[in-house]
């Protein structure tokens, strides 16, 4: 599941940045709605690895690709 998350959020990343929208982040509801339903675990597993950052938004957390 974290590498299918990982991929996703990379995915979603280029294409946002492809498309010159910035911020190019992605929301956790975001991963929730495409069908990861309980992601926590994942994220802080893929956060303390160093392969994520994440942002914190006014309504949501955020998650870009750690370059």
């Known amino acids: 599941m974290k590498e299918k998350i990982l991929s ?3 995915e979603l990343q280029k294409e946002r940045e492809d ?3 910035s ?3 992605v929301l956790t509801v975001e ?3 495409r069908g990861f339903h309980n992601p926590y675990k994942a994220l802080n ?3 303390y690895e160093g ?6 938004t006014i309504n949501d957390i955020a998650f870009t690709i750690k370059k």
């Open 8 to 10: 996703f959020i990379s």
């Open 19 to 21: 498309a010159h929208i």
């Open 23 to 25: 911020p190019a982040h």
């Open 31 to 33: 991963i929730i709605n």
């Open 45 to 47: 597993e893929l956060y």
């Open 51 to 56: 392969k994520i950052e994440w942002h914190r």
